[in-house]
């Protein structure tokens, strides 16, 4: 079974190189999930303090949140680090919407016997 993994990648940068597309892949041994984001430095930069707080005990929880749960925006993701159980285990636990009534479209067919596939942009689970 492959170990939990986050994967970062620049897919497109504008002529400045200060704003740019990242694809996130996140895998488990039970699900996988990719979404692709525009953001900026800055952004990376919280993402990157919030993290080594974290690791040096200055914060007992970080959440990060880029974008807006709103419509017509790019992208919503938050991932949340907290320490799991007592044997210094590490959560994260990450929430991206999209579309989210398209899902629940989908999904409803999908239970209905409608549809035998169910594609949308809120994750992809492999088993």
């Known amino acids: 079974m492959p170990q939990p993994?986050?994967?970062?990648?620049?897919?497109?940068?504008?002529?400045?190189?200060?704003f740019f597309e990242l694809s996130l892949d996140f895998c488990?041994?039970?699900?996988?999930?990719?979404?692709?984001?525009?953001?900026?430095?800055?952004?990376?930069?919280?993402?990157?303090?919030?993290?080594?707080?974290?690791?040096?005990?200055?914060?007992?929880?970080?959440?990060?949140?880029t974008g807006e749960d709103v419509e017509k925006v790019s992208h919503f993701l938050s991932m949340r680090f907290f320490l799991y159980g007592n044997r210094g285990y590490v959560g994260v636990e990450v929430t991206a919407l999209s579309q989210i009534d398209d899902f629940t479209r989908k999904l409803r067919n999908f239970i209905k016997g409608e549809i035998c596939e169910l594609e949308s942009l809120i994750q992809s689970f492999e088993q």
């Not at 897919?11 to 400045?16: A, G, K, Q, S």
């Not at 930069?45 to 200055?58: R, T």
């Open 5 to 18: 993994s986050v994967k970062i990648q620049k897919v497109w940068l504008d002529d400045n190189d200060s």
């Open 28 to 65: 488990t041994g039970c699900c996988s999930m990719n979404l692709n984001i525009f953001t900026d430095n800055e952004e990376l930069e919280k993402l990157n303090q919030g993290v080594m707080d974290f690791a040096s005990f200055k914060q007992k929880e970080f959440l990060w949140i």
